[in-house]
Structure formats: C-alpha cells, structure tokens
C-alpha cells in the first residue's frame, strides 16, 4: 500500500455525474477524490492492489466505503443531504481516519477541514470556498508552528494570519489597555516583519522539513494580578527547528496565547532567538554540533506503534536522544537548563514504556535522573515533572507485567497519593488527583474519590480539570436530588429536562470510543419504550467530538430518544457538569426530576429497576 501525501484534487461535487447510479461507483472514481489541503499522508492502493478493492454501497446512512485487498478502510464519502453527491469525505491511512473534509452549507464543496487521530487535532474553517484555511477551531501549539514554517516556505501570509490572535478574543480575554495595544500594534507591523524574515531565509523551500518544537512549559498569568478577565495561558516563546538539505534552521514564534482548543500567535516569526536573531548556543561551535545532530536525528523518528507496547526502534531512538540532550543541557545557559532535561525525561518515560520486559535500562536511567534532581533541586518543578513521569513509565510496565491488576491499581494510587503529598503545587498535580479520583472511582473506593475531587477543587479551582472534579462530586452525591439538564438537540432545537416532568427518565451518555456497546444498548432501551409506553422517556448525551460524528453513527444505527450534544466531547459542558469519565454512563429520573439511582449501570438491569417504582 502507497503512503501517498495528496495535494488539491477533483471537485468535490461531482460524484453523481461520473457514477450513474448509486451503487456503480468503482475504486478508481472513488479515488479521483482528493484532499483539498496540502501534506495530507493517506494510504493510497498501488494498481496493482486497485483491482482488488472494492467499494461498499450502505444505504443506511448514505455512504460510499472504499476498502482495501486486506478490508481496511481507504475512503468513506457521505451523502448528509440525500442528493447522490457526497458532503463529508474521510480519508484513511492504514485503516484510520486520518482527515475529514465536511461540507457544512451542503453545496458539494467542503468549508471545513479536520485532521484526526495520527493526522493531528487541526480544524480549519474555508469562510470563502476557495480552499484556503481563514480560522482555526482546533489546533495545537505544535501545528501552530508547523503553520507558521509553510507559511514562510509559501510566502503566504494570509496562512499567516488565520493563526493571530483576533480582536475579538483579545476583547473576549480582557486583557489590559496597555497589552492589549501592544498586540494590536505587533500585528500592524506583522507583515514588515514577515517578509524581512523571508528575505533572510533563502533556502527555505519545498524540501523543507519542520523537525520540532521546543518551549519551556506554558505560563498561567492569574487574572487577579494580570489585569485580565480571565486567566491567560501563554508560552513566551517557542523555538522552531528546521531543515532543508541537511541545513538547519531555527525560528522564534514570539508569543503564543491559548484561546479555548486554539493556540494563537501574536507576531510575526523571527530567526535565531528572536532577540538577536543567532542561533542558538552562539558561536560555541561543540553545542552548535550536538544542536545538528539533534536536528538530524529528529528528521527521522521511528513509528510509533497505535496500541503502544514494545517498539526497539523507539527505544534506540530515545535513548540516543537522551545523550544528546544530556550534552546539551550541560553546555547552555543555566536559565535555558531546564526545557532539555524535560525533554530527556520524556525520551527516557516513553523508551522505558517501549522496552522489552527483560530490558530496564531505560527505565533505570529515568529513575537516576529523578534522584539526580531530587538531590539537586528538591522540592522542584523540574523534579515533581522527573518524578511524575517516573511513575507513569513504571505504572505502564507493571500493567503488562503479569501483577495482579488490583495490585497494580493499589500501587499507582499509593504513589500518586505520595506524589502529591510531596509536590502539592506540582504542575502535574492536578492530573494526579484527577487520577486519584477516578481510579478510586473504578474500585468502588467513593469516600477516597470524593476527597480526591475535592482536593482538586479546592487547591486547583482554576485548571482545567477542576470543573471535571466538581462535576464527579455533584454525580457522586446527586441520588435523591433533583437533576438538572439542558442543552441543545442534534436537530438544533432547545430542550430542558423538567419538560419530561410526570414521566420516569433514563439519561444515557453516550459516544466516544466504546459505540459497540451502544449498539444493543439502543436496542433494548427501544424494548422498554415501547413496553411502558408513554410513562417512560429517554435523553440520549452524545460525548462525540462533533455532531457529524453522532449523526454518521445515528445514521447506522438508529436509536430512540432525545438526543443532546453541545461540542467538547468529554471536555464539554454535558460531559463536565456530572464529571461523566467513561461512557456509557446511565441515571434513573423519577416524576418529579429527582435522581433514584446512580449505580444501574447495565441496560440489560433498568428493566427490574424500573418495575419497583413504576406500578
């Protein structure tokens, strides 16, 4: 099978016209359709392997299924509108999606773009149709820099522009008068500066390769002492590395701000250190060396494996690049130390978690590292981070070592108990008690996951995760109470859960990874409808990132009910405001809108359930 990066391609809506009817599309038409954006790796069928694929017709759900020789999924088209023409179309690489092009206004051509799964996080919004990305929904502070690097291969700066920061969101953030300007007048000027930097980047061109990203770990500037509306989450610089016929290069980002699931920039890229435009490391000719070799070695990472396991050629990797950063960090400045060695404890966390399980030296090496900086700087950012992903490696190579999963589960609580305990400030503490909760959540432990949630709560009110542990401890103790419930339908109609008033109500979350659950779940939730007739009602919670997602399944697999979605999957407010973890996830409403159970949670049991209150 080809790995084919795909540029601009046929007109999205013509399907209708070279198939003839619906059933008669062949592989080779089904791949006249391309990725409209550029870079996109999909796997591509060689001819040979062309006349054995085939294509599936589904007239549930309207969809054009393009498979491989070996069944693995290469193209899937979707007719949303029921016109023969297709408005969604994802592309596969290896048998997983990992692009989307989505026609939101049904006219046959796509406006919005989505990369998935290994293909990254990015979603972009076309507002004009000509196939150029003028916003971002989504997109990570790495693809922001990836971004920027095209641009300047391109001399575009429109591409540019759809990264900066806007006027609105600046507005939205509340920033102080004087900051404020200040990024207004950063981007007044942005093209001045974006062109000088082209002028100074000759060779950059189509061979070009962005290798990396590296920065310090992002800023939180409180807003009671900022000035700002709301807490701002900045890195102040990020560093780009480069490379065009084996000649490296870095850029400067300047500043980039988090703004919801987007990361913005705020100016033009510079080279060097932005500052006095050298590379970094100076004229000191030994770190400019370990810097190449670093830039070489990164320019060809091996695979990772999708499910994770062993994986020699990742452990070689890290373990090669632990050296180099090693050299390094014992060659820069004191105050630019730290983002090296946290890079190396990440290489070293993820080769321990690669190795065979005879294998421990990079796990022994990690733990070094951690005593190292425990004697060092104890008590430290830089050794709580060293320390945390010590026992994330070893947490992983005891679940697959053979030990008992109750004791390993007893383990990894006793040491993220002992973690926080010892770095309560910790930037991954947070995650620690997050995971303090939730693991007691799962062995039935609801005293210690209550103490856990409310530990985050009440010492990290304001991260990201605080809203998730509130959630759990409103679920946790919500039997008897009334619950509340609105939002927004998939058909976009409004719907508020006291509406359902008089009637018994199953509340079913849903979505995500585990579907095939939900497939009979459905099924026999249809079975009680029917059997209690209108003195039972159903509200269906889809946890999908996006409704397209819910409504495909939906398509597929019919389901009864009412059905929410609000955007964010379990990041979002449906999902956040029970702390709902892992759907499928069930809760039993009586009449008058209070909580009767909260432990049902097999469908197969709601029958019996139900009997005892419903005479």
């Known amino acids: ?8 391609g046929l007109a999205a809506g013509c399907l209708l016209v070279w198939v003839g009817t619906i059933t008669a599309a062949t592989p080779a038409q089904i791949l006249q359709f391309r990725p409209k954006q550029e870079g996109v790796v999909c796997s591509t069928p060689t001819p040979e392997e062309l006349s054995r694929c085939i294509v599936k017709w589904q007239q549930e759900g309207r969809t054009w299924l393009l498979l491989d020789p070996q069944g693995r ?28 092009e989505i026609d939101t206004k049904m006219v046959g051509e796509p406006d919005q773009y989505r990369w998935l799964n290994t293909g990254g996080m990015k979603w972009g919004v076309d507002l004009n149709k000509d196939h150029r990305i003028d916003s971002w929904r989504m997109i990570s502070a790495e693809e922001v820099s990836q971004e920027i690097v095209q641009a300047l291969i391109t001399r575009d700066f429109h591409r540019l522009q759809a990264l900066f920061i806007s006027p609105s969101e600046i507005d939205t953030l509340g920033l102080p008068s004087a900051e404020a300007t200040r990024m207004r007048d950063l981007q007044k000027q942005a093209l001045t500066k974006f062109q000088n930097t082209v002028a100074k980047l000759p060779n950059l061109n189509a061979k070009t390769r962005w ?3 590296e920065t310090a770990p992002p800023q939180c500037l409180p807003a009671d002492t900022y000035g700002a509306k709301q807490d701002v989450i900045h890195y102040a610089r990020g560093t780009i590395l480069c490379e065009t016929d084996g000649k490296h290069d870095w850029l400067q980002t300047g500043e980039m701000i988090k703004i919801g699931l987007v990361w913005r920039i705020v100016d033009a890229p510079s080279i060097g250190d932005g500052t006095t435009e050298e590379t970094p490391g100076g004229n000191d000719p030994a770190l400019q060396a370990l810097l190449s070799q670093l830039g070489a070695l990164d320019a060809n990472p091996p695979k990772a494996n999708d499910l994770g396991g062993v994986n020699p050629e990742l452990v070689t990797y890290n ?14 400045k004191p105050e630019e130390r730290e983002q090296w060695i946290r890079q190396m404890a990440d290489g070293l966390a993820a080769a321990a978690q690669s190795s065979p399980d005879k294998d421990k030296t990079a796990y022994q090496r990690l733990q070094k590292l951690e005593e190292q900086y425990e004697k060092l700087l104890p008590k430290s950012n830089l050794a709580a981070f060293i320390t945390f992903r010590e026992m994330s490696a070893e947490n992983a190579l005891l679940s697959r070592s053979g030990m008992d999963n109750t004791k390993v589960q007893d383990k990894w609580l006793e040491r993220l108990a002992k973690f926080v305990d010892n770095y309560p400030k910790a930037e991954d503490a947070p995650e620690a008690l997050m995971q303090l909760g939730m693991f007691s959540e799962a062995m039935d432990k609801e005293t210690e996951a209550k103490k856990w949630y409310a530990h985050l709560v009440r010492d990290f009110g304001d991260h990201s995760l605080a809203a998730k542990a509130r959630g759990a401890l409103r679920r946790l103790e919500i039997e008897g109470k009334p619950m509340e419930l609105a939002g927004t339908q998939l058909d976009g109609s409004p719907f ?34 029917d059997s209690y007739g209108g003195r039972l009602a159903l509200v269906c919670v889809n946890l999908d990132n996006t409704a397209d997602e819910a409504k495909a399944f939906l398509q597929r697999v019919p389901a009864p009910g009412i059905h929410l979605f609000q955007p964010g999957g379990l990041e979002g407010p449906l999902a956040t405001q029970y702390g709902i973890l ?26 019996g359930e139900l009997k005892k209150h419903m005479k």
């Open 582 to 607: 892992f759907p499928p996830f069930l809760l039993l409403v009586d009449k008058d809108g209070k909580v009767l159970s909260r432990t049902v949670q097999q469908v197969s049991s709601l029958d």
């Open 73 to 100: 999924p290469l193209r899937r088209l979707i007719d949303t509108k029921g016109d023969n023409q297709p408005h969604i179309w994802c592309y596969y690489h290896e048998g997983i999606e990992v692009y989307r």
């Open 319 to 332: 373990l090669k690049r632990a050296d180099l950063l090693n050299d390094i960090a014992t060659k820069v």
């Open 211 to 213: 290798l990396h990203l």
């Open 496 to 529: 508020n859960l006291a509406s359902l008033r008089g009637k018994m109500v199953v509340v079913y979350y849903w979505g995500g990874l585990n579907k095939e659950r939900c497939v009979g779940d459905f099924a026999t939730l249809k079975l009680l409808l």
């Open 1 to 8: 099978m080809a790995k084919a990066h795909v540029g601009a």
